[in-house]
Every structure is written in C-alpha cells, then in structure tokens.
C-alpha cells in the first residue's frame, strides 16, 4: 500500500512539474515587448545584431531582415515596407528554408505578427514556429497550416498575431519554417513580465536582459 501511494504521489509531481512547463500558441503576450526593427534591407543568411542580446540568422540565403521591399504571399497577398519586417523567399524547393533568433537571455515567451504564402514550395513544407531551449533541444513546435491557418486574400501588409507563451524563461532560440514566411513586431516575454513601459528602446531592453541574467546568477 506504501509502495502504491509512493508511485502515485510521484505520478502526481511528474504531472504538476509538466503543467510548470506548460506552453501554448497564443494570439497575445501580456507584458510582451516589441523589439524595434531598423529599416536594414538584409539579404542572406546573416548573422544580424537586432538588438542588444538578440541576433538573427537563417538556415539559408533565401532570407530578409530590415525588410522594406515587396514580398509575395501568393494568395494571402503580399507585404512591403515602410515598416520593416524579417521574410523568407522561396528557395530552390528542396531545402527547409528557416531563419532563427537567439535570445542570450531566455525567455518566457516570443512571437510576432505573422503571414505566409499558403502551398508554396515543395508539398511537404508547411508554415511553423517553434522554441528551442539553449542546447536547441525543441521545446514546442506548431504547424500554423494546422494549428493556426491565415487567409488574407490578396491582403496587403495582412497578418496575425501568433505567439508561443510557456511558464518559466527557458526559451533561448525562436525559429519559423517555410519557404514563404513574413514576421513583423516581433515580441518577447519574460516570466515575470519586465516592468518598463511601451514600447521598449534596444538600450532599455539591453538593461532588462543585463538584470534577468544578474538575477539568476544570484540565485545560483
């Protein structure tokens, strides 16, 4: 009888130490921060310094960050500046074009306004977003075709808010997947919420990250 309540108290830890680290696909970060996005105009793979403690790169050279030119949707429409924002061309079809951002201090949630070119590429590539921990182990994974479908026919700079939001600063890396994807605003959250107000310069959110890691240096 011991032996059995043993196992389900520990069943029962395993469950409440899941929900801790529990994630969802969100359409809003409370408390989020939007990262400024200078008018850049990069092409390739990068890697780019967006803001202090955040660099942004992409698996291949069909990549934009500082974006302000036209960029085709197919029947989603298309976006162009003069607001910048990061995008994927299409590739050569074969390869999964992706590009990433590495957050030095991570963080509890990330996302941005988001749109794609439904169907393009190869049929096995599909719009998706997903977190990584700081070995880049991944830590959630949505396919947006699935989970989220965008339709903005013949829209133009259309989008929607789409985030991940887990409990607890464990997300070091952000990376979207398609061979036809746009990011605009893009937001980061930490557990707790940073209390500064909106929007945050690339100075106040150097400041932040600066005390995020002198406090878990404390607490170890």
Known sequence: MRNLLKSAALAGASLMLTGMASAALVTALTGGTVIPLAALNVYGNGPVAIAPG???????????????GRHGLGVNGYWEGPAPFYGLEVGDGTSRITMTWAFDTPVSGVGGI?????????????????VLDS???????YDLTISAP???PGGINQGVF????RVGNDISYFRVRNDALVLRNLTVQFDPPLDVPEPMTGS?????????????????
Do not use: K, Q
Request: no cysteine; hydrophobic share 50%; charged share 15%.
């Open 54 to 68: 955040i660099t942004w790169t992409s698996f291949d050279n069909f990549a934009e960050a500082g974006w302000t």
């Open 114 to 130: 988001i749109n794609y070119a439904p169907g393009a590429g190869d049929l096995d590539i599909t719009s998706s977003i997903e």
């Open 135 to 141: 070995a880049f182990n991944p830590l959630e994974h």
């Open 150 to 152: 965008i339709s903005t």
């Open 162 to 165: 789409l985030a991940i939001d």
């Open 204 to 220: 106040l959110l150097g400041a932040g990250l600066a005390g995020m890691a002198f406090m878990r240096r404390r607490r170890l």
